[in-house]
C-alpha cells in the first residue's frame, strides 16, 4: 500500500531563517510525486510536480527536490506570506489521479 | 475563468437530513472528484469521474452519492446525514485522469448536528 509521511507536523520559523519540510513516501514505482500548498479556510494549490530522483523544482523562494525515497521542499528566506500547510500527495504506477495519496502535511508558520 | 466553485462555503444540518454539494468548474476539464478533509488526515477521495456520464467510488464513498451529467458539474449528495460525516469537503478537477495536479475548490465546511 502506498504511504506518505511528512515531517514535522508544524514549523515555526522566523523571516529569513531558511529550513526544508519532509515527505518520505513507500510506492513500487513512483509516476509522480506533487506538492501543494493550502492556505487557511481555503483549498490546495498546486505547487510542483517531480517525476524522478534528483529532479529539482523552483517557484520563487521554494524549491522541490526528490530522491528515491523522499522529497524536500526547502525554503530559502521565508516571509511571513509563506506561512501555510504543505501537502504532499504520491501517485503510482497502477492509477490515475483517483489513486493519489496525500500527506497530512506541514503547518508552516513565519513570524516577521 | 472562475476555476473550480464550491456552493455552499457553510452548512449545518441535522442528522438524517439530506442535501447537495454543487460543483462546478469551466476549464473543460475531464476528470472531476470529490475529497474530505478531517483533522489529522490527509484529503480521502470519495467518489470520482472520468467523464460526463461516468463515476466511480474512491476510498470513503459510503453515504455519498454522485452524478456527472456534463462536463462541468459533479454535485455530491448526503443519502441521511450523520454526524461522522461532519468535515471540510473539496471538489478537484484536472485535464487529465491521469496527471496529479488537481484544481481544487475553496471547500464546503459541513457540520452534522
Known amino acids: 500500500e502506498d504511504q506518505v509521511t511528512q515531517s514535522p507536523e508544524a514549523l515555526r520559523l522566523q523571516e529569513g531563517e531558511s529550513s526544508s519540510l519532509n515527505c518520505s513516501y513507500t510506492?513500487?514505482?513512483?509516476?509522480?510525486l506533487f506538492w501543494y500548498r493550502q492556505d487557511p479556510g481555503k483549498g490546495p494549490e498546486f505547487l510542483f510536480t517531480?517525476?524522478?530522483a534528483g529532479e529539482e523544482k523552483e517557484k520563487e523562494r521554494l524549491k522541490a527536490t526528490l530522491t528515491k525515497k523522499e522529497s524536500f521542499l526547502h525554503i530559502t528566506a521565508p516571509k511571513p506570506e509563506d506561512s501555510a500547510t504543505y501537502l504532499c500527495?504520491?501517485?503510482?504506477?497502477?492509477?490515475?489521479?483517483?489513486?493519489?495519496?496525500f500527506g497530512k502535511g506541514t503547518k508552516l508558520t513565519v513570524n516577521p | 475563468n472562475a476555476g473550480v466553485t464550491q456552493t455552499p462555503k457553510f452548512q449545518v444540518l441535522k442528522t438524517g437530513q439530506s442535501m447537495t454539494l454543487q460543483c462546478a468548474q469551466d476549464?473543460?476539464?475531464?476528470?472531476m472528484s470529490w475529497y474530505r478533509q478531517d483533522p489529522g488526515m490527509g484529503l480521502r477521495l470519495i467518489h470520482y469521474?472520468?467523464?460526463?456520464?461516468?463515476?466511480d467510488q474512491g476510498e470513503v464513498p459510503n453515504g455519498y452519492n454522485v452524478s456527472r451529467s456534463t462536463t462541468e458539474d459533479f454535485p455530491l449528495r448526503l443519502l441521511s446525514a450523520a454526524p461522522s460525516q461532519t468535515s471540510v469537503y473539496f471538489c478537484?478537477?484536472?485535464?487529465?485522469?491521469?496527471?496529479?495536479?488537481?484544481?481544487f475548490g475553496e471547500g464546503s465546511r459541513l457540520t452534522v448536528l
Open positions: 478537484a478537477s484536472s485535464y487529465s485522469r491521469s496527471t496529479g495536479e488537481l484544481f
Open positions: 510506492v513500487s514505482g513512483l509516476r509522480g
Open positions: 517531480l517525476y524522478s
Open positions: 476549464m473543460n476539464h475531464e476528470y
Open positions: 469521474s472520468v467523464g460526463a456520464g461516468i463515476t
Open positions: 500527495a504520491v501517485q503510482g504506477p497502477q492509477g490515475g489521479s483517483e489513486k493519489l495519496v
